[in-house]
């Protein structure tokens, strides 16, 4: 059974920053992507930022020179640094892990970018 935990989520200021951790447990193949999707209120679910076990980081425009996606695959963990927030940043952000042709999800964790 796979399990993904996240921790780092919360309240911060326009213009700060926050870091977002998820950490992947059970059996997880090698070869996998680990990544984050983000989903605001009345809004669908959208990727973040993906990164695949070896290979190139994918990163939404809205987000790009502001986040940057990182992993340790030895500790199955991925993580966001989110850089100069914005308000529409706020959402709930989600870990992913897609491996063996499955997507295994985080319980989300709030993100609120207000002042």
């Known amino acids: 059974q796979v399990q993904l935990v996240e921790s780092g989520g919360g309240l911060v200021q326009p213009g700060g920053s926050l870091r977002l951790s998820c950490a992947a447990s059970?059996?997880?193949?090698?070869?996998?992507?680990m990544g984050w999707y983000r989903q605001a209120p009345g809004k669908q679910r959208e990727l973040v930022a993906a990164?695949?076990?070896?290979?190139?980081?994918n990163y939404s425009d809205s987000v790009k020179g502001r986040f940057t996606i990182s992993r340790d695959n030895a500790k199955n963990t991925v993580y966001l640094q989110m850089n100069r927030l914005k308000p529409e940043d706020t959402a709930v952000y989600y870990c992913?892990?897609?491996?063996?042709?499955?997507?295994?999800w985080g319980q989300g964790t709030q993100v609120t970018v207000s002042s």
């Open positions: 059970g059996s997880i193949f090698s070869i996998n992507y």
């Open positions: 992913n892990l897609y491996m063996r042709n499955h997507d295994y």
């Open positions: 990164m695949p076990s070896r290979g190139f980081t």
